[in-house]
């Protein structure tokens, strides 16, 4: 059943659908992270340092190819999520296939031009070693199809990200990530291949996603079986996507050009170093990502009903919930951090990732307080201001990271990303604040002991680890400090009706729970 008017305004029934598909964007994201984490190592092993290098600088330069889209997967969610919530399903079928449209074209010129200039951008700009600069131009190539199959994935994906549906969303999205992962190196092994067959991996896992969300999209939105292409639609929406183009691409040297000055200041090796500490830091992100991921749908049906005060709620109770999930998290990955590193990565990851892997941690923390502020602006068309952000960040940070990289190298660049995920922060719950009349709420209304808590937490693992390095016998302590967390959290930190609130949240999961998703 889709959502109804009543479940968009009607107190707990949005509420309820947004931690709903949380929950199975949170399930996901961990199973397609448990998968990672458990492969990664024999990847590691498989490629070396200075092939996972190459392959940590060639998933960089996808996140350039995807925004190719110019913004059009958002963009779609926004316009056909307005006709959605207004019971217009043609203009929400003619939202989605204009937007597709732009996104074939666009992303498909931009692919032949990087299938073209593969050999330049690997020679020149990667500084690859010679003797893996042929499989590394194939890899450029595959990767840069990869790109077009994904971007049109996220745009056809909209019927289920506007109704919520976050439970066939995962299984068609997730579902191929996590076989794409266990494949990875059995197919290494096998072939004795290198980047070539991870790239052919990654494509691959890439046609299933769409091929599987197009099937599903056109079950919900029986209209997308006709073509419709509206004019009249191009310019409001290359307006918005426009915005999150312009930031997107501010964005990528803004994230990954750390990678890049490692590379040309040291060596694909010190990529690697920093990529697996980036890549065990991104966990928080994933984590934080996949319970917001539903607000946005959520926020665009609340801002085009005028449901404010809903919207208002909903955007206080997500706060909150990020900051008590992740905040143990940060802490507990802080104090496992080395000994996890040697296990996992081996020694020499353990020795030079550790510090630029707590400097992150800390980073990502302070950028998942954020993601709710920023998915508002997304959700109410400020995509220009988002988009000056950070194109003002953008010269500031690259000397930075020049010279934080060049100096101090995988631990510098950790610093210039972290510094950077800081004042983003800032700016984006500032803004809400002022302009939104959206309070930065994200403990409980008892704020001191909300503080003291996570404070208690940080000076255990810290005295502890003085007394052992042993991976297994801090496990053991993380799982009991975690424990004691929660218990303290529910009973000192939350007050009465926030604890009866998610009693009442968690009774309508329950019972929504039933329903199936199509």
């Not at 073209?116 to 890899?139: E, K, M, N």
Request: charged content about 10%; glycine content about 8%; aromatic content about 8%.
């Amino acid at each position: 059943m889709d959502g109804s008017s009543a479940d968009i305004v009607g107190g707990g029934g949005i509420r309820a659908m947004v931690a709903r598909s949380g929950i199975w964007g949170l399930t996901g994201g961990l199973a397609a992270l448990a998968a990672s984490f458990v492969v990664t190592p024999f990847i590691i092993r498989l490629l070396g340092p200075a092939s996972y290098g190459v392959w940590a600088l060639l998933q960089s330069m996808l996140s350039y190819l995807i925004l190719a889209d110019l913004g059009m997967a958002r963009a779609s969610t926004k316009f056909a999520g307005d006709c959605y919530s207004k019971g217009d399903g043609e203009g929400e079928a003619a939202a989605i296939w204009t937007s597709a449209v732009i996104t074939v074209v666009v992303t498909a010129l931009c692919a032949l031009a990087v299938i073209f200039a593969a050999r330049f951008l690997v020679t020149t700009a990667l500084h690859v070693p010679r003797h893996l600069i042929r499989p590394s131009v194939l890899a450029v190539r595959i990767i840069a199809v990869a790109s077009v199959v994904g971007s049109v994935a996220g745009t056809m994906n909209t019927p289920q990200t506007v109704r919520l549906r976050w439970g066939v969303l995962t299984l068609s999205s997730s579902g191929p990530a996590v076989i794409a992962s266990v494949a990875a190196p059995i197919v290494l092994v096998l072939t004795s291949g290198g980047v070539v067959v991870i790239a052919t991996v990654a494509a691959a896992a890439a046609v299933v996603t769409a091929a599987a969300n197009l099937l599903i999209a056109v079950r919900l939105q029986p209209g997308l079986l006709r073509p419709r292409f509206r004019r009249n639609l191009v310019s409001p929406l290359l307006r918005y996507g426009g915005g999150l183009t312009i930031s997107g691409l501010a964005t990528i040297p803004l994230v990954t050009a750390e990678r890049f000055f490692l590379a040309h200041n040291h060596s694909t090796s010190v990529v690697a170093y920093y990529a697996v500490a980036m890549s065990i830091g991104s966990v928080l992100t994933v984590i934080a990502s996949t319970v917001a991921q539903p607000m946005f749908p959520a926020l665009v049906r609340l801002h085009a009903a005028g449901a404010h005060k809903e919207l208002r709620h909903l955007y206080r109770q997500a706060q909150q919930g990020i900051f008590l999930i992740v905040t143990p998290a940060a802490i507990l990955m802080i104090f496992l951090a080395e000994p996890f590193l040697r296990l996992w990565a081996g020694p020499q990851y353990a020795e030079h990732s550790t510090f630029p892997l707590i400097v992150i941690v800390v980073g990502v923390s302070m950028n998942t307080l954020a993601m709710v502020p920023y998915t508002y602006m997304l959700a109410s068309g400020r995509t220009s201001f988002i988009a000056k952000i950070h194109l003002l960040e953008l010269l500031p940070y690259l000397a930075a990271a020049m010279v934080l990289t060049a100096k101090f190298g995988a631990l510098g660049a950790a610093l210039a990303w972290s510094s950077r995920m800081a004042l983003d922060t800032l700016i984006f719950v500032t803004t809400c604040k002022r302009h939104g009349g959206l309070p930065w709420a994200p403990t409980s209304t008892r704020i001191l002991v909300g503080l003291l808590v996570p404070a208690s937490l940080i000076a255990s693992t810290a005295l502890l680890s003085t007394f052992t390095s042993s991976l297994v016998v801090r496990s053991a302590c993380a799982t009991a400090l975690l424990l004691v967390y929660v218990g303290v959290v529910w009973t000192l930190v939350l007050t009465t009706p926030e604890r009866s609130g998610m009693r009442s949240l968690a009774s309508q999961l329950l019972t929504r729970g039933r329903q199936v998703d199509i």
